[in-house]
């Protein structure tokens, strides 16, 4: 499985949940297969997905997942510590590892080689840090998600991109929309 497989299969699990995805690639696959208002796609910031995702969390009651790339995480390292030191139990990240740099032509990471993100998020801290395969993506993401308690999920595929469009959405429209969708949670639970 290629992330945008991955993407698809965690679709269902993520329908009408607050969304922060990756720069690039991972952002216009979620916008090709799932295009909702709670999505908030990270059109130029690479590494602060999750730092967006975490603060986001910190801010707010409703569940919050982060998808994030290998290649972004290992851009900003310092996001993981930070994770492990401020307790979201609303906050998911889910980095979905291929081992390459996707949005910028398949160069490999770290990840791809000696460098375990799962272990470097156990180091920072991270209380709970589940690897899985591709294939177990969508039901590890359910479990953690039931378990309201804040998961850092790497899950493992190959590396490939597909071609879809860019997302036609202009930047204000899509932070309108997803502060709208925010307010709108918020307000079905008072």
């Not at 991955?6 to 696959?29: D, F, T």
């Not at 910028?104 to 990471?109: F, R, V, Y």
């Not at 589940?130 to 190959?158: G, P, Q």
């Not at 036609?168 to 079905?188: A, S």
Request: proline share 3%; aromatic share 4%; charged share 20%.
């Amino acid at each position: 499985m290629i992330r945008y497989d991955v993407l698809k299969s965690i679709a269902p699990v993520i329908r009408g949940k607050l969304i922060v995805c990756n720069i690039g690639s991972p952002s216009q696959e979620l916008f090709d297969l799932l295009d909702q208002p709670s999505n908030f796609y990270m059109l130029g910031t690479m590494g602060l997905c999750s730092s967006i995702g975490l603060g986001l969390a910190l801010a707010q009651k409703s569940q919050v997942i982060a998808i994030e790339g290998d290649g972004s995480v290992l851009t900003n390292l310092a996001t993981l510590s930070t994770i492990a030191n401020n307790q979201a139990d609303n906050f998911t990240l889910l980095i979905i590892d291929n081992g390459s740099y996707g949005s910028t032509g398949d160069q490999p990471t770290y990840a791809g080689r000696k460098t375990s993100l799962a272990n470097v998020a156990r180091a920072c801290g991270c209380d709970i840090v589940v690897e899985c395969s591709a294939e177990n993506t969508a039901s590890e993401l359910e479990k953690a998600l039931s378990s309201r308690r804040m998961t850092v999920i790497v899950s493992k595929c190959e590396s490939g991109n597909v071609d879809v469009p860019v997302i036609d959405l202009d930047p204000c429209v899509i932070r309108e929309r997803f502060m709208g969708e925010i307010k709108r949670l918020d307000e079905t639970r008072s």
